[in-house]
């Protein structure tokens, strides 16, 4: 076996598991789960009726690189989502369908790693886990960066060394950020540019929540948008993942993709011909549907603004709580342990969150996610609304 399985954690919801494992909540109280950001939201029907009315095409085999329609939607969709110049991206050339971010993730990291012992992989702490999973099975070492709240959640890179830099091979951000929301400006996007052409890195930048946001008015910005920004239209060295699971509330559907830098993409494509993973073409067909609308994707921001304005309307009585700039998380820094602050809820009040230390490493000394919890917003607004009394009335016990 691959000796660098050894190095792979328990997922934070088995964590999570072994936490509640002998407590005993209320019988009365249903269960209510803020703990797996796994929208709730109704599919579109639009969706679903066009995966069943392709259904035939199961007799087909999808290629690799998916539809020629697919990824021109595709195309289409983020050079107008982040206001890229007029045929900068090329359909054929900078775009791969894929079924996820979350294996597109990992299948890109260990196509991009070059083995060597001093590798690492840059990464924000807390963390999506699949990015440090990624890194030991690639033959790297995650490098964490710790994301505090007196740098808005956003990585001091200003911090890095030199040496770190240098030794990096592959930078992971996220933006909107799981689980704090902060979102990466502009700015500091280009910053990153210019690092990874001095110190001769890759940055992927998944912006899987890049649709939730609070004003309609400045969608947070992306990393290909950052790049054409400076002039820099052939986006080397940078990729970003984006998906549907969030965007669309269609995680089930398996649909996402990977775009920038050309030869990058060639590479990964060549990668994934031998990988196996090309994405069914009744999901094809669903997809490009779905990238070509707007009304549900705005529909559904609506749905999240009323759960976080309630939510935190209730909340706000008895803690210090921030609306984030994105994604549908709360960061709710804990009067107690993180660890100790999530079991007695459960044990008392049936409603489950997730420990912050289970979404982090310790680094420099701390654990960034300790005494925090995460809140995913995902159920209907009433499920939420209740989680958050009964979240106040605990708070009201400590």
Same mark, same amino acid.
């Given at each position: ?32 789960? =803020?703990? !797996?950001?796994? /929208?709730?939201?109704? +599919?579109? $029907?639009? %969706? ?6 392709? @259904? ?114 592959? =930078?992971? !951000?996220?933006? /909107?950020?799981?689980? +704090?929301? $902060?979102? %990466? ?6 910053? @990153? ?206």
């Amino acid at each position: 076996m691959n000796p660098d399985l050894k190095k792979l954690q328990p997922y934070p919801f088995e964590k999570l598991a072994q936490l509640k494992a002998d407590c005993h909540p209320p019988e009365q109280l249903d269960h209510i789960a =803020l703990s !797996i950001g796994e /929208p709730k939201h109704a +599919t579109p $029907a639009f %969706i679903s009726e066009s995966l069943i009315n392709n @259904l035939k095409g199961l007799t087909n085999y999808p290629l690799t690189k998916g539809s020629d329609e697919l990824r021109q939607a595709i195309t289409s969709w983020i050079s107008n989502r982040f206001k890229l110049p007029n045929n900068s991206i090329d359909a054929n050339q900078h775009v791969l369908p894929v079924n996820g971010t979350r294996e597109a993730l990992f299948a890109f990291t260990q196509a991009v790693i070059e083995k060597q012992s001093d590798a690492l992989v840059l990464m924000p702490n807390p963390f999506y886990q699949i990015y440090e999973g990624a890194a030991y099975l690639a033959g790297a070492t995650p490098y964490f960066l710790n994301t505090l709240s007196d740098n808005n959640y956003i990585p001091d890179f200003n911090a890095v060394t030199d040496d770190i830099w240098n030794k990096c091979q592959l =930078l992971f !951000i996220c933006s /909107p950020g799981n689980p +704090t929301g $902060a979102v %990466i400006g502009s700015d500091t996007m280009q910053q @990153l540019i210019q690092l990874a052409d001095k110190h001769d890195f890759i940055i992927a930048s998944d912006e899987c929540y890049s649709e939730l946001y609070p004003d309609e008015q400045n969608p947070p910005p992306g990393l290909l948008q950052a790049a054409a920004m400076m002039g820099r239209t052939d986006y080397a060295r940078c990729i970003v993942f984006h998906s549907l699971s969030k965007r669309s509330n269609a995680p089930g559907l398996r649909s996402g993709f990977v775009a920038g830098d050309a030869d990058i993409m060639k590479q990964f494509l060549l990668y994934r011909t031998y990988h196996g993973c090309a994405m069914s073409l009744p999901t094809q067909m669903a997809s490009v549907k779905a990238w070509q609308d707007e009304v549900h994707v705005k529909h559904n921001r609506d749905l999240y603004r009323e759960k976080f304005k309630s939510v935190i309307d209730i909340l706000s009585a008895v803690i210090p709580v921030e609306a984030p700039d994105g994604a549908f998380y709360l960061w709710l820094k804990t009067p107690i342990d993180d660890m100790e602050f999530a079991r007695g809820l459960y044990d008392q009040q049936n409603a489950t969150v997730l420990p912050g230390s289970f979404l982090s490493r310790e680094a420099n000394g701390i654990n960034p996610g300790k005494n925090r919890v995460r809140l995913a917003l995902v159920a209907d607004i009433s499920e939420c609304v209740e989680a958050a009394e009964r979240i106040k009335q605990y708070i009201n016990t400590l």
